[in-house]
């Protein structure tokens, strides 16, 4: 069922500019060229090489799950304009919390557990507030794919399911946030200083006074949601959900505005997190966070149009329930 075509990083296509991909000079082209994004500096042009693996690490399910148990019947009346998991929520700190994966392809398991922890709070009536941890699924999901050089979104959930995944305190994320941004403090280690292997499995948790069986978390059968309305009606029902994007070398500079792709660049398959929607000058989007820390895009979040499966967006989304 879930059988993977690697998507090969950085082959590039080039046909729609001459300039590199982080500097002013493609940040004042993309914002000539459009108005419906702005672009910004969000990365160092040193940092291209790093960055592009960052933006690589979700592989693609070629195949569509089959849908069960799906009771929806979905009408468009009752799904509002705009909607907000963290409004919707307002007592599950995860849902607001931005992850910085790193310079590892982890995107993949970061957005899971992210998506996990957020899911966990939702159906516990907003009373558990505990993360589950995205190195626990890194390091010892094997089936997923390849740890830090990407994996896929479906495994993910089918390891939550039959494996279960500790939470945060017994494996913490141990690769650093690192400063491949603009931050004016340069309170980060410098990316460049930093390994970038995928961390050890260890079935135990990194604190010794912790248990690593009873701090194990589960999840239940892995749906796909395959259209704008399905894609909604879990959102509202059952809380954010994991997607993947196709990026592009402009998306790289988004700061705000709904993203509408300017580049024919092709660059790789990244995981993210849906947890809304809305529209904007007449634009629909979906409202999305990245795991590239809060100092990229729009205070780590973006906003992408929806609908048109635009990058692939609507495409592979996945999630499942807590078992609480
Ligand atoms: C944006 O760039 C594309 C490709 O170079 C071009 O076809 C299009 O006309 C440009 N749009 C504007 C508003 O400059
Ligand atoms: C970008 O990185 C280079 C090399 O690390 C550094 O010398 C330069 O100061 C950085 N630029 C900015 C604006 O931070
Ligand atoms: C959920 O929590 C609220 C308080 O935050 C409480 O009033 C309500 O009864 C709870 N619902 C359930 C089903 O436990
Ligand atoms: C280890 O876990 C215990 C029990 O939860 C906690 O009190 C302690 O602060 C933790 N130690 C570290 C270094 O996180």
Known sequence: MFDFFL???AVFISISSQYHPLSQEYIAWINRNQTNWKAGRNFNVSEWSKVKNMASGAWKNPTTIPPFNRQYSILKANIPEHFDARRKWPKCQSINHIWDQSHCGSCWAVSAASTMSDRICIHSNQTLQYYISPEDLLSCCWECGKGCLGGGIPRAWWYWETYGI???????????PCEHHFNKFESRPHCDDLRLNTPICLRKCYNSSLDYQS????????????????IQFEIMQNGPVEGAIDIFDDFFNYKSGVYIRTSDKYIGGHAIEILGWGIENKIEYWLCSNSWNSDWGDGGYFRILRGHNHCGIEDQVFASLPRI
């Open 215 to 230: 701090s194990l978390t589960y999840g239940g059968r892995v749906q796909q949601f395959t259209s704008e309305e399905e």
């Open 7 to 9: 998507i090969f990083c």
């Open 166 to 176: 500790v939470i945060y305190s017994c494996r913490p994320y141990s690769l650093p």
